[in-house]
């Protein structure tokens, strides 16, 4: 998955409420709402305190959820990044 | 001073006059139209509902008639007008009612930002309100009007207005639209209801309208707590069956349902936490209205056992 | 007209004496001359501001409340669309001047309180449009009309990129480069523009026009415009801006005159002073109005413009269209293409522009 490095956008403030079946995440300035899982929580928490590498992320990712593994973890990342990098509220840091 | 205090004429000459104040909930409509069937359809349709001095502030300036006067004449159409503003294409004369009732809405969804505007209906029962948020063709309304006619309120069939400060829903009574297959289910099913036809071969079909309860329109002010998230279905020969439904997928339904979710910002986004948290989320698959309304029946009397409540599938 | 907008005016203007003897029926027509004026927001933070709105009724007060709902929302909206403008053009290194709405947000002026934006609104150098339209592009800006006569009216006619728009998020851009179209009468120069502007804290490589341009491009905006749907709100901004900056800066009024000639602007600083005086009482020095004199219309046009305009900066409502409006209006259109367009492309333009609107509504019928 290129490229190697990924930040929140700038001038998002995250909100977000959990439930058993997910968890609502509201993006404060574009005004997106999305639902997802702990682990995308999770991700996305962990971009908002500053850019990090793919590697660094399947770590987020295996840490919140320790029965996956680093593939299905890559797998799921790619299309979660993909996804919010569409909408504009992710974006990759140039080297 | 209520709208049925007014001779037929009365209604049919205040409304040429645009002077017709109707309070309906938190809204004030001043309605103008030079159409005597739409009279006699405001007539008996808003019955009940109260009027307000023509010099008083009115929220929407509302107007019915036909374009121009080429308009009045030629294919027979009319329009719907919102302070100058025309949002719709105009329609066939004889759809005047339905018209207006989409353009009352319309008015409603555009500019009431100080609710949260959710598309659905809403219901209440013992002090408890029931959202049912639904894309048409859910047999929402069907429902609604079944249980409009079994006791419980009416707040809304089309709106359900919270109020964020306190997360209560405001009614606002109105006639009760039905298509097609349900205005039969209603016919047999009702008994003293007032069903009235528009044309056929609306875009949306055959489209009626059922008069809201007296009772319905007289509590417009009160405004209840919402209990109860319900996403029905309806499919033929099915038993009524409940099931919880997941309430992050009941934010998000409500979110992609509401009219001015998109421009509360987090404040929106508060209120629906807060509604969703205190509400049970449901959804409901059902192929008998009567048996339905038993099952609803049983939910706001709090007498349902806790396997009549499948697990989630 | 200018006198049937009451008392949306006296209230704007602050007049308590208005606002304490109002009836139900006026805030009734007060409030919908707001909305029809893009300004029931801005009514509500005028409203605050004098000490007057917890006396405002209930009912129209929900009208005001649920405007400045949507009023916060754009706010929020355009100073993220900002964020993500800034970042397609520092990348290709393209600085650029933010106008109008955007530039009195991130300026946190008085004139964004309460405001509708539409488009965002910058200026770059003649050089970088094609680059900018490129690094917008890859962000998601689009062009918004397909027809290729309106994309060579603007490209061609008007040397302007046309309108941008956001594949996902509908927002729209303008890409400037002059002041003004190329092929206008008055040629405002935008590399002064560029030069006095004023860095933007925060946003590299992006600036705000200094104050005298704002007031100045605010102006020039509204009487070059054909369609003055929003005449009155655009006032309303030449108002707060003016006193604004007449407040922060003694030298501001005769450094606006100064920066007028030099731009060659003093024909719309004219009229904008002038109507924002008529319609809202502006506090203008008189010695300014008396050197702009001359940049306006001689004696004898005087009193048509001002008939022409105090319809045409009303908005398009019943309650202030008299017989004259509908004219008044074609007027002020035709006046504005005038400014914008030499004659050859002028009377073409207008035809076809006639036979579209006629043709167009008969599909409807």
Known sequence: ?95 | MIVSDLAPAEIACTLRRGQLMIEIGPFVYRMRSSLPALAERIGSQYADFPLRPAEEFADFHVRVDPPNLLRRWVHANVAFELDGVVPFKPLPRAHAFALLESGLNWCVAQHAHTFLVIHAAVVEKNGCAMLMPAPPGSGKSTLCAGLVNRGWRLLSDELALIAPADGLVAPCPRPVSLKNESIDVMRRFATDATILHTADDTIKGTVAHMKPPADSVQRAAQRVPPAWIMFPRYASGEPSTLRPFGKGRALMSLATNSFNYNITGASGFHTLCAVVERCECLEFVYGDLADALRVFDRLASGTLEPDDILAAS | MRQSLHPLLPLLRGERAVFAAMSAAQWDLCVRQARASGLLARLLVRLRADGLLEQVPERPRQHLDAAQVLAHRHMEQIRWEIGRVHEALLNAGIPAVLLKGAAYLMADLAAAQGRVFSDIDILVPRGALADSERALRLRGWMGLDADPYDQRYYRQWMHELPPLRHVLRLTVIDVHHTILPPTARLKPDPRKLLDDALPLHGYEDMYLPCPADMVLHSATHLFHEGQFGHGLRDLVDLDDLTRHFAAQDTAFWPGLLERARQMDLCGPLFYGLRYAQRFLDTPVPAGLSEALRDAGPGRIMLPLMDALFDRGLAPHHRSCDDLASPVARWMLYVRAHYLRMPMRLLLPHLARKAWKRRFASEQEA
């Not at chain 1, 509201?26 to 999305?34: E, I, L, S, Y």
């Not at chain 1, 682990?39 to 590697?55: I, K, M, Y």
């Not at chain 1, 029965?67 to 790619?78: P, V």
């Open chain 1, 1 to 95: 998955m290129t490229p190697a490095r990924w930040r929140l956008a700038t001038g998002i403030t995250l909100l977000h409420r959990r439930w058993d079946d997910g968890c609502v995440v509201f993006f404060a300035g574009p005004g997106d709402t999305q639902l997802m899982s702990g682990v995308g929580l999770e991700l996305l928490q962990a971009l908002a305190r500053g850019p990090l590498g793919v590697d660094a992320l399947i770590d987020v990712a295996i840490a919140s959820d320790p029965g996956s593994d680093r593939d299905s973890a890559r797998f799921m990342l790619a299309d979660l990044i993909g996804q919010l990098h569409k909408a504009g509220l992710v974006d990759p840091v140039d080297e």
